[in-house]
RNA sequence: GGCCGGGUAGCAAAGUGGCAAUGCAGAGGACUGCAAAUCCUCCACCGGCGGUUCGAUUCCGCCCCCGGCCUCCA
């Protein structure tokens, strides 16, 4: 497998340290409010990466932690007068619901910042012992010159950070890279009691922190948004190499493209974020997730309806070569070779889905029923593996396009039955009259020699 | 200004130093009572200018355009 290290700047075939336990981290959402789309897109991307390690390695340790703990967080819970961990609580329950219905799988663990308070002040402790850190006017800062290698990730000097600086810089920081590792907290803030006060960790260091106690001093990979890479990711390896006697983090740097919404960039200020919880009203999350794979993950990506009305239409071309298939599936031993070498390239999650399509297009032009079981089987593996085509295809094709059908199955049924039995009397007109009032309906009908199909419009 | 990424058919999106995947849309055909679905065929000289090369969309340089990041609070 070749993976883009964004450390090194180009692909390098991924070994893990260990094979017997491969080890991964994908930096997860501050739980103060719904998702956005944009925090789909590393959820989806790199569930994709987790399937497919699980198919190659006997065990995957996948941790995507919650930031419970953050001044977005303190606003939104003063600003609704409820505790933080009502806010966090609803939002953390949330984002997960959003995630299940885009097919994303609980990562194998879900650390919370704040259930590792006395883990974050131990490293505190021994980046202060080792002269990472200094204590200045209730905040403990870690002091950035003191790592040589900061900057190696985002390729940026120091005096380029410094140049680029476009915010002032707090008097008590001793260089103006240094960052926040504990900070003050007021009495109506939430916090913990330490040695330099009653406080709260900055935001960097939980998942330093998380990474140690769960999954190791180095692992075989970290991921996360490309607007991660700096400061975060830096700031993560400068705490981590200091407080493990320089050895690395992570050995593969992962990061995934940014997401526009119809070619504008998504921000608050023009009111065009678009939250998968809204979508998914009038969607199914599997064309979401769909959407989110057809580009390349390092490859900024366009949102627009119009790209997810077309992963719609793509899926019902898959589904609807599903159920034309007779018969069961014959179980493949692994998924297709052509999907598992896109994916192993770098995960070409574009190049993955038209080998699907290739798929299905020989699936629909034998005849040979052993073939089709064979095929059958292999489609339904490759989608597991991207985490698509998993639900029954009259399940797909009978869910519309949001909200409830204007009419019953059990009506559609009934007129199909009345039609079939004009055509059979050669009353072409009732039997086109019949199929008009459907599609005034949305139903599509699909003529057979003994029977009609139908499915409702995308 | 600095750093990073991108500009491929109407749209979306892979890819390669020497026939440019795939999906949607479009054209024609097969099938169908007619459709739908499906299958077949057709539809791109790869942002611009130079360079390297027998040969570049693919490598190098410059330019243009688009996007992201440029720290603690926002």
Not at 64 to 89: H, M
Not at 125 to 147: C, D, I, K, Q, T
């Amino acid at each position: 497998m070749q993976l883009y290290n964004s450390m090194t700047g180009r692909k390098e075939r991924f070994q893990p340290a260990d094979p017997n336990r491969v080890t991964m981290y994908v930096c997860g959402p501050t739980v103060y409010s719904y998702a956005h789309i944009g925090n789909a897109r590393p959820a989806v991307v790199f569930d994709v990466l987790f399937r497919l390690l699980r198919q190659t390695y006997p065990q995957v340790v996948y941790a995507r932690n919650l930031t419970d703990i953050d001044d977005k967080i303190i606003q939104a819970a003063a600003a609704q007068s409820v505790p933080t961990e009502v806010i966090t609580e609803r939002f953390a329950a949330a984002y997960n619901a959003d995630m299940a219905a885009m097919n994303v799988l609980p990562p194998t663990l879900e650390p919370r910042a704040t259930q590792h308070v006395p883990q974050m002040l131990a490293m505190i402790e021994r980046l202060l012992a080792s002269g990472a850190a200094y204590e200045a006017e209730g905040h403990v800062l870690f002091h950035v010159p003191s790592f040589p290698g900061y900057g190696a990730l985002s390729k940026r000097s120091r005096e380029e950070m410094i140049d680029g600086a476009r915010v002032e810089v707090a008097p008590y920081k001793r260089d103006p890279a240094d960052f926040v590792l504990w900070k003050p907290s007021t009495p109506e803030q939430p916090g913990w009691d330490s040695r330099f006060g009653r406080g709260r960790p900055g935001w960097h260091l939980e998942c330093s922190v998380m990474i140690e106690s769960h999954l190791g001093e180095t692992i075989d990979i970290h991921a996360g948004g490309i607007d991660l890479k700096f400061p975060h990711h830096e700031n993560e390896i400068a705490q981590s190499a200091c407080a493990h006697g320089g050895r690395a983090l992570a050995r593969f740097w992962l990061h995934n493209g940014f997401l526009d919404i119809e070619d504008e960039k998504m921000s608050k200020s023009l009111g065009n974020v678009l939250l998968p919880h809204d979508l998914l009203q009038e969607v199914p999350g599997e064309a979401i997730r769909f959407a989110l794979l057809a580009a390349h993950y390092r490859k900024p990506l366009n949102w627009t309806r119009a790209g997810l009305d077309r992963a719609r239409h793509a899926l019902d071309r898959l589904y609807l070569t599903l159920r034309r298939l007779p018969g069961e599936a014959m179980p493949a031993a692994s998924p297709p070779a052509g999907i598992l070498a896109a994916l192993a390239d770098d995960l070409n999650t574009p190049k993955a889905q038209a080998a699907l399509f290739d798929l299905a297009r020989e699936a629909n032009s034998t005849d040979d029923p052993a073939r089709q079981a064979v095929l059958k089987g292999e489609l339904l593996a490759a989608g597991n593996l991207l985490g698509l085509l998993q639900i029954e295809p009259e399940q797909w094709l009978r869910q519309g396009s949001g909200g409830e059908p204007a009419i019953d199955s059990a009506a559609i049924e009934r007129l199909l039955v009345e039609r079939q039995a004009a055509r059979a009397a050669r009353d072409f007109e009732l039997a086109d009259r019949i199929r008009d009032q459907l599609a005034a309906e949305g139903v599509i009908i699909e003529d057979g020699p003994a029977a009609s199909r139908w499915r409702l419009a995308g």
